[in-house]
């Protein structure tokens, strides 16, 4: 299990703060999460997604995960 937190806009587009997933990869993890909370959808392309602190390609094993963080643009400096 992976345990994903979303931040600011992400946050309000998934209505909740944090969660617990169990999906195998991150492009699993992606599509799961725009299934289960589908105002992600127009946001989550240009959100990063870091694993456990990185970016990583759709391909990436989740296995050995910890944490990943959803983070829209920010704006500001």
């Avoid at 806009?9 to 998934?14: N, V």
């Avoid at 992600?40 to 694993?51: I, K, T």
């Avoid at 970016?55 to 400096?77: C, I, K, N, Y």
């Amino acid at each position: 299990m992976i345990e994903v937190r979303y931040f600011a806009a992400a946050r309000e587009a998934a209505g909740i703060a944090s969660e617990s997933r169990g999906e195998a990869t991150v492009g699993e993890l992606r599509a799961a999460m725009v299934r289960d909370h589908p105002a992600l959808e127009r946001l989550l392309g240009h959100c990063a997604l870091l694993v456990d602190g990185a970016r990583r390609a759709d391909e990436h094993p989740l296995d050995q995960a910890v944490e990943a963080d959803v983070l829209p643009p920010f704006a500001g400096g």
